[in-house]
Every structure is written in C-alpha cells, then in structure tokens.
C-alpha cells in the first residue's frame, strides 16, 4: 500500500499528490464537456470535466457513479501520438492534478507526443466519495495500520481493526463493496472511451503499477506504452497481502541508507558515530517509547509512541527529504529534549476518503485469512527477525473481518503486445527489488526492466542518468533496452 503524501501510499503512499481541488462539472454522459480546472498550483492549460461509469460492471445499464478527469494537451498537435493516462498510487492516491505535477517532470520532447490524462479514482478527491465515517483517532497511519500493540501483541491492534471494518461495512454502501483493482481498470477503459481513442499509453506508479498490468491483462490490445514504475507483486492469490508482508524486506533494504547518511560529518542531524550504531538507537529508542511515550503536542494521537516513530521510519525510507525529520524526532526523543513539530495531518475529508479506498481494495481484491491467533504467532515471528517494521508486515488487518467477497483474481502473464517496461530502484521500501522481479516474470517478453541503483520510492526521474534515458526514450518512440539494464 504504497506511495501517498500522508495516508494510504499508504500501504502508497510513498510521495503521492493528493487532490486539493475540484473538478469542474461536465456532462453527464460519455462525452467530457472540458472546462478549466479549480485549484492553486496548477498549470493554466490543464482542463477537467466528469465521466460516469457503472457501479457494477455487472450491471453496465444500472447506477452510474461520476469520475473526475483532467488533461493538458500537446502543445504541438502536429506531434501527438495519443494520449498518456497518469495512474495515481495508493491504494487511495488522487490523480486529478498529476497532469500538471508529475507531467511538469517529463521533456518537452515527451509531452509534446501525448495529451496528459490525470483522472480522481472513484471514492477519491472530486469523484464519487467513498466514506466510512471513522474516528478520527483511527485515521491516523500509526492505527489505520496493522501495527501491533506495545507489548507485541495483537488484542488493542484487532479491537481497531473490527472496528474499522464494521465502520466500512456498516457507511461504506454500494460504492465501497465496488471499489477495486479490476473494477479501476474497467474504469480507465471507460475514461479512453469517453477520449474518443483506441489506445492508451499509461505511466503508473507504485499501486498504479498494479492497476496497469491488470489492464494490459484485461484489455492488452488497447494499450500503446505502458511505464510501470516502483512495481508490485501481481502474486493473484496474494496481492496486498503480499505488498503488506514486503515491507519487512523493503525497510531492511532501505534503511542502510538512512543510516550512512545519519553519521556523515558535518550533518547537523547526525544521529551516531557508525550505521550499525545508528540501527541500535532506533530499535532502543522504539522500545522505550513503547514503554513510555512521549508527550507531543500537535500530533495526531498527541504522543509519540514506539509505533509513532516507526510510523516516521516508514514515511522517511520512501524519500531522503524526509531523513532530517526523522533524526530529528530520534535526537530530540533521545535526548529528552522538546520534539520538533508534528507533521500535519491530512483534511479529514480527504483521509476519510483515503481510508475508505484504502481498505475497500485491500478487501475487495483479496481473501484474508481470519483466524486471530494465525496472526498473533506471525507477528510474533516477523517481529523478531524484521525487528524495524516491528511486525506491522505480519499484522491483522480489516480484512480480517470484510463479509464481502474477493473480487474475481487476474493473472499476469505474458500474453500480449510487448510493450511495457519497468522502471525499479534496487532499494525501495514500499515495493521492494523482489517483489519487481516476480511482475518481470510474470510479463515475459512482454516487458523489460531498468533497475536503478538507488532507493527510496519513485524511479523517474532518477538522480542516475541512463535510467531517465530510458524511459524517455520508450515514451518517444516506443524503443526498449534489449534486455534488462541495470543502471549505476
């Protein structure tokens, strides 16, 4: 759950742009009227508009729910090839205003071949709203999580989450049982027949990933060039278990970053005189706000716990820009002097929002096993050889509890046009080296990769050169790298 600015990356949601405007109201039916966008920040030619599309693609003619789409289009018509569709993370990520923040990233050369599509998954941002109506206290990432409790057990981490399920289940309705990877698909299929194309070309990132093999499954002959960056593992009879369970590999992989730079001389941050001693201050320093938290004025539960601080590792493993923060609540908290200020917390309507996908799609997409005391002994056993994460990779989930059904599995394979290529850092928390390799294989020939030796969460652009080579040169003209690459 993977790459977001504050929640849901969650699982997020490392660095996602979450939506702060509104889309303008379109028509109603198939055809987006284009009007211009709400909002500060954004570039002057990015239009929006509404589509609908079916709440139960088994019900194509019944209810239908808005989605809200964007697009800038090439400033050179003369150039165009199609359209490039910008698929947000997540679970729970917006997408709307990617056109205008992560399109600002790609060459003139890029954009001037596509229009830019950014588009509010339904229950995000200006789309239909998805809503659990939770506590507040649950919103926060350190509960909305499956952490485990204090003392390593699970009896407070289930509490929350039964609580967070029946909250869903019971405020969700008809729109939160629909919301899920294959039904996204579906509707990025409608959003590329309201454009009036035959085909897309698509960048997705982290979730997105996931989102985007699923439709180059379901719907390959209508994908052009698909970008897959920062990629999860397609295992169908796993999905976000899987992606829960790899963030005991991804931190491990990271966190020797963090480390090194937390005792470079001259850092104003530095943390301790070695990386090893660096790995022993935050396990320490964990167990003794586990014992004892901390009083922390303007934080969501108002401490900082154990769970709190590794909530922090978590974040900071997705991004180096975050380092300093976190060194800075370890030496402050070490040293019992006053912690820096809390990070804001997200608007409660967007993290209701968030939460609400967030833990539809874990839900909807797979089963979960249900037996509390399966979970217990797991947590138990990760906790103790992935010490970081603390057995969050292991823990007991909503889904423990969800009374709906799995929606249909989708098997990545390698039937279809060859034409995807990855694009992976070696050391990514969130959606770790391994877990990419299994969506290469499951690909095939259809796709390549290009492994960037570098971490943190997000591969293009790339602090290494050949690895933005690549993928400009795969969204211009369609050429990939003959065999994997590794770029250093």
């Known amino acids: 759950m993977k790459r977001t600015v504050r929640l849901g990356?969650?699982?997020?949601?490392?660095?996602?742009v979450m939506s702060t405007v509104a889309a303008?109201?379109?028509?109603?039916?198939?055809?987006?009227?284009?009007?211009?966008?709400?909002?500060?920040?954004?570039?002057?030619?990015?239009?929006?508009?509404?589509?609908?599309?079916?709440?139960?693609?088994?019900n194509p003619g019944g209810e239908q729910v808005s989605l809200a789409i964007s697009r800038i289009r090439s400033a050179h018509p003369d150039h165009r090839r199609g359209v490039l569709v910008l698929v947000p993370g997540g679970p729970g990520g917006s997408g709307l205003n990617l056109p205008s923040t992560e399109g600002a990233a790609l060459p003139e050369a890029v954009r001037d071949e596509y229009d830019l599509i950014g588009f509010d998954p339904r229950?995000?941002?200006?789309?239909?709203?998805?809503?659990?109506?939770?506590?507040?206290?649950?919103l926060a990432l350190e509960r909305l999580r499956p952490w485990p409790d204090a003392d390593g057990g699970i009896t407070q981490a289930v509490e929350v989450q039964r609580r967070v399920a029946a909250a869903c289940v019971r405020e969700g309705?008809?729109?939160?049982?629909?919301?899920?990877?294959?039904t996204e698909a579906r509707d990025i299929d409608r959003i590329r027949e309201a454009l009036g194309e035959s085909t897309i070309s698509a960048w997705g990132r982290s979730y997105g990933t996931y989102v985007l093999s699923v439709y180059a499954t379901?719907?390959?002959?209508?994908?052009?060039?698909?970008l897959l960056d920062s990629n999860d593992d397609p295992d169908p009879d796993r999905v976000e278990r899987g992606w829960l369970a790899n963030y005991a590999v991804g931190v491990e992989d990271r966190f020797p970053d963090f480390a090194r730079w937390a005792t470079a001389d001259g850092n104003p941050d530095r943390?301790?005189?070695?990386?090893?001693?660096?790995?022993?201050?935050?396990?320490?320093?964990?167990?003794r706000l586990d014992r004892d938290p901390l009083p922390w004025p303007g934080a969501e539960l108002s401490i900082l716990s154990g769970n709190g601080l590794r909530q922090i590792l978590l974040d900071a493993m997705y991004d180096g820009k975050r380092f300093p923060f976190l060194a800075q609540v370890m030496n402050a908290a070490a040293r019992s002097e006053t912690l820096p200020a809390a990070r804001p917390a997200p608007p409660e309507s967007q993290a209701q929002?968030?939460?609400?996908?967030?833990?539809?799609?874990?839900?909807?997409?797979?089963?979960?096993?249900?037996?509390?005391?399966?979970?217990?002994?797991?947590v138990t056993e990760n906790r103790a050889r992935y010490p970081l994460t603390a057995g969050l990779p292991s823990g007991y989930p909503p889904c423990a509890t969800w009374p709906y059904p799995a929606q249909p599995r989708t098997v990545v394979d390698a039937t279809g046009p060859s034409n995807v290529?990855?694009?992976?850092?070696?050391r990514d928390p969130a959606t770790p080296y391994s877990g990419a390799l299994n969506l290469r294989r499951a690909f095939g020939d259809r796709a390549r990769m290009v492994a960037v030796d570098a971490g943190g969460h997000g591969a293009y652009p790339s602090p290494v050169a050949c690895a933005n080579e690549a993928v400009e040169r795969f969204l211009r003209d369609g050429t990939r790298p003959e065999s994997d690459l590794t770029c250093r």
């Open 9 to 16: 990356v969650v699982l997020g949601l490392a660095g996602l």
């Open 271 to 287: 943390v301790a005189a070695t990386p090893e001693a660096v790995r022993d201050e935050f396990l320490t320093l964990a167990a």
């Open 24 to 58: 303008c109201q379109g028509a109603s039916g198939a055809t987006p009227s284009w009007t211009a966008c709400q909002g500060s920040g954004l570039d002057a030619r990015q239009e929006c508009a509404t589509i609908s599309v079916p709440l139960d693609y088994e």
């Open 421 to 426: 290529l990855l694009v992976q850092n070696l």
């Open 218 to 226: 379901l719907f390959g002959e209508r994908t052009d060039r698909v």
């Open 353 to 378: 929002r968030t939460a609400a996908v967030l833990v539809a799609t874990m839900c909807n997409d797979v089963a979960w096993p249900t037996a509390v005391e399966d979970y217990a002994a797991a």
């Open 123 to 138: 229950g995000i941002g200006a789309s239909a709203e998805a809503n659990c109506h939770l506590a507040q206290a649950d």
């Open 173 to 182: 309705g008809a729109l939160v049982r629909s919301i899920g990877t294959r």
